[in-house]
C-alpha cells in the first residue's frame, strides 16, 4: 500500500498558475504509476496527468494537455509528484488528488488502489 499526502492548491485568478505536490511513501514505490486526478462537484472523478513506473511515459487529460506539467522524483524514501499547472481556467476549479497503482497508468480512476485526501483548488478573481 502506498500512502499519499498532496499539498498546494487554494485560490488561483484565471489565467494564473499553480502548483501541486504529492508526496508518497511506502514499499515498492519505484513499481507505482503515480497520478493526479480531479473531481468538481457533481462531476466524474476524471484523469489530470499520470507518471507510469514502467517507462517513465506521462500521459495527461485532454483538458489539461499544454497547460499543466506533470514531475516525478526519488528522494530517500519517498516519491514526489509535482503538477505545475498554468493557465488555469473557470473549468479547472476541483478538488485534486493524488493516486497510484502498480506499474502503468490508467485514465479511469477506478483502476487506482490507493489515494490522497485531495486538495481544494478554486480558480476566480
Known amino acids: 500500500q502506498v500512502h499519499l499526502v498532496e499539498s498546494g492548491g487554494g485560490l488561483v485568478q484565471p489565467g494564473g498558475s499553480a502548483n501541486l505536490s504529492c508526496v508518497a511513501t511506502g514499499v515498492g514505490l519505484d513499481h507505482f504509476a503515480i497520478g493526479w486526478f480531479r473531481q468538481a462537484p457533481g462531476k466524474e472523478r476524471e484523469e489530470v496527468s499520470c507518471v507510469s513506473a514502467t517507462d517513465g511515459s506521462i500521459h495527461y487529460g485532454d483538458s489539461v494537455k499544454g497547460r499543466f506539467t506533470i514531475s516525478r522524483e526519488r528522494t530517500n524514501a519517498k516519491i514526489t509528484v509535482n503538477l505545475q499547472m498554468n493557465a488555469l481556467k473557470p473549468e479547472d476549479p476541483a478538488v485534486y488528488y493524488c493516486?497510484?497503482?502498480?506499474?502503468?497508468?490508467?485514465?479511469?480512476?477506478?483502476?487506482?488502489?490507493?489515494w490522497g485526501q485531495g486538495t481544494q483548488v478554486t480558480v476566480s478573481a
Open positions: 493516486a497510484a497503482e502498480l506499474f502503468t497508468c490508467s485514465p479511469r480512476a477506478g483502476d487506482f488502489g490507493d
